[in-house]
């Protein structure tokens, strides 16, 4: 396991102005549109971009005018596919921190503060925001929130829909989110972090996001097939890491050993003098 040094900078530093805003959208979906609204609350140094494989143009009169003018506002048109949009909006951008979002989350200005603060404590970690949903969708999803705080917090498994945010740099040493992964990519951007020994960090605020899926498709049903993607990807990740971990305690154990016995056989033809 290594541990990744990376950004030094001077406090009091206004993060928030070094923040890229990444968010992927899926053809036809107009969720964005609200997030818009709170992404005004940002700095007008904040790059904001969105990557979609559709150009609306009909929309982006309605997402500049909520923005406001003057805004470092980009619309990244390319391929389709959650992961791929990721890296290629964190390409087109430019500030050393990212943020990514997802197109249907929310957040109020609290969000921002401590999201600042976060970055002023923990430069160099995976920030993250506990989860709440929105009231689209079954009131069971406050279960599911609480399962979030768990998995997150006790667990080490924040998901992408909790708001990543991380240095670029870190963003590149972990090489991006995988775009040969069927689903997952942020969950198994968290695993390789974990085994780099970044630290993952909660801002202690909340971000939300749409419980929609969760009333089409019925709140069962899509809470189990969420438990059993998430540990049918978790298991062999975490056997990797634990074979990382004891290959790297071994190593310890190795290189005390051979340290020590030299000593020993020194101490041992002393006294037999």
């Not at 990721?86 to 401590?114: C, M």
Request: with cysteine; aromatic share 10%; proline share 6%.
């Amino acid at each position: 396991m290594t541990q990744t040094t990376l950004l030094q900078e001077p406090p009091g530093i206004n993060r928030l102005c070094q923040l890229a805003v990444v968010v992927p959208v899926a053809p036809g979906d107009i969720a964005w549109s609200r997030l818009a609204e709170d992404l005004s609350s940002l700095p007008l140094e904040t790059e904001i971009i969105f990557v979609s494989p559709e150009l609306p143009l009909d929309l982006l009169k309605h997402l500049l005018d909520r923005l406001g003018s003057g805004r470092n506002l980009r619309w990244l048109q390319t391929l389709q596919g959650r992961a791929l949009q990721l890296n290629a909006g964190v390409k087109a951008t430019q500030k050393p921190y990212l943020w990514f979002l997802h197109a249907d989350s929310r957040f109020d200005p609290s969000a921002l503060e401590g999201l600042a603060e976060s970055l002023e404590r923990q430069p160099n970690a995976l920030h993250y925001f506990n989860l709440a949903f929105l009231d689209d969708g079954p009131s069971l999803t406050v279960l599911n929130a609480l399962g979030v705080w768990v998995r997150s917090h006790c667990f080490g498994m924040p998901f992408g829909d909790q708001g990543f945010c991380l240095p670029r740099q870190l963003f590149e040493t972990l090489n991006g989110f995988r775009e040969d992964a069927s689903y997952g990519e942020d969950h198994l951007l968290v695993w390789q972090a974990r085994s780099q020994g970044v630290p993952l960090h909660c801002t202690g605020k909340t971000v939300q996001t749409s419980a929609r899926k969760y009333r089409e498709n019925g709140w069962w049903r899509t809470t189990r097939n969420h438990l059993i993607l998430t540990a049918k990807q978790a298991f062999p990740e975490w056997l990797t890491l634990l074979k990382s971990r004891a290959l790297g305690f071994l190593s310890q154990l190795d290189n005390l050993w051979r340290n020590t016995i030299p000593r020993l056989k020194r101490g041992s033809k002393r006294g037999a003098k």
